[in-house]
């Protein structure tokens, strides 16, 4: 029996760490975009969620409609603020530098604890609470410095980002018994309708180079990422999760400045280095007591 556990545990630790090296690009792809923030929005959105629909008719055996209907109304909240959140996050990384963007979303399973306490009744610990006050003090360092680089609207995107993850994964725990998988594909058609609803998007802006990073981004990178990470968890603790989950806050940058040579300030990366110490702390203090809060990134 031992011998399973740790065979399930390696392999929830290698599915994890697959689908946070398929994620890691993600910035990299976006930042090689010609197209404006609504318009790669538009075609992210739908085609992940194209991608979840295919894959959803494959394992319901051609019948995804009661994949959908089975969310209830608390996935129709859920795929709201997916929306928003692949929303906000293409406009941040556009807008900020990618190390600002992803620092700052790294601060999301804090912010969930919180929401857990203050939502769902359930318990924070105090090294939660001090590893909160630690990051926000970071994180504020990083908007000060936007503020006088002129990137502070980005910054602030990626801030919402944060707050929405936030919102979306205490749904996830107030209802773990459904498969939210359907609605994070709801939430991508919201997010592409959002866009040509109000005009935002231009769907045929597209030069050669767009369609073909656009194909690998919403045809490979988001949907194949989020979806060894959801499936991840099942098998390893939730510390483990947001341990692996940093890779991104560290590799997402890296890519970035070694492909476009695009690097944050002396401040911002400080900063942001003091950001990802403390949640490295943080997630082993909470791996040791085997509970705590995860995220994923939409």
Not at 5 to 13: F, P, V
Not at 97 to 104: G, Q, R, S, W, Y
Not at 241 to 261: F, I, Q, R, Y
Request: proline residues 4%; contains cysteine.
């Amino acid at each position: 029996m031992a011998g399973v556990h740790i065979s399930e545990h390696m392999k929830g630790l290698a599915i994890t760490s697959a689908g946070v090296l398929v994620l890691s690009p993600d910035a990299l792809l976006l930042r090689m975009l010609s197209i404006d923030s609504w318009t790669t929005v538009m075609w992210r959105s739908l085609l992940m969620s194209l991608v979840l629909l295919a894959a959803m008719a494959i394992v319901e055996r051609g019948r995804p409609w009661a994949a959908f209907r089975g969310v209830g109304r608390w996935g129709l909240l859920s795929s709201i603020l997916y929306a928003a959140n692949a929303t906000s996050f293409v406009y941040s990384i556009h807008n900020t530098a990618v190390a600002n963007t992803l620092v700052i979303i790294a601060c999301s399973p804090l912010i969930a604890a919180v929401f857990s306490r203050i939502f769902l009744g359930e318990r924070v610990a105090p090294e939660t609470w001090i590893a909160t006050t630690l990051v926000a003090v970071g994180i504020a360092v990083v908007f000060w410095d936007g503020l006088g680089r002129g990137t502070l609207h980005g910054d602030l995107a990626a801030l919402a980002t944060a707050f929405f993850l936030a919102g979306n994964f205490t749904i996830l725990r107030f209802r773990k018994h459904i498969n939210m998988i359907p609605a994070t594909a709801l939430g991508g058609f919201w997010a592409a309708l959002a866009m040509l609803g109000l005009g935002l998007a231009a769907p045929f802006s597209l030069n050669e180079q767009d369609v073909l990073v656009m194909a690998l981004l919403g045809l490979v990178v988001v949907p194949l990422a989020f979806g060894l990470i959801t499936i991840g968890p099942r098998y390893i603790t939730a510390p483990e999760v947001g341990l692996l989950l940093l890779l991104e806050t560290v590799l997402g940058p890296l890519w970035v400045w070694l492909a476009l040579n695009e690097r944050a300030s002396d401040t911002a990366l400080m900063a942001g280095g003091f950001v990802v110490a403390t949640l490295l702390v943080y997630f082993t203090v909470r791996l040791r007591r085997q509970q705590g809060p995860v995220w994923v990134r939409s």
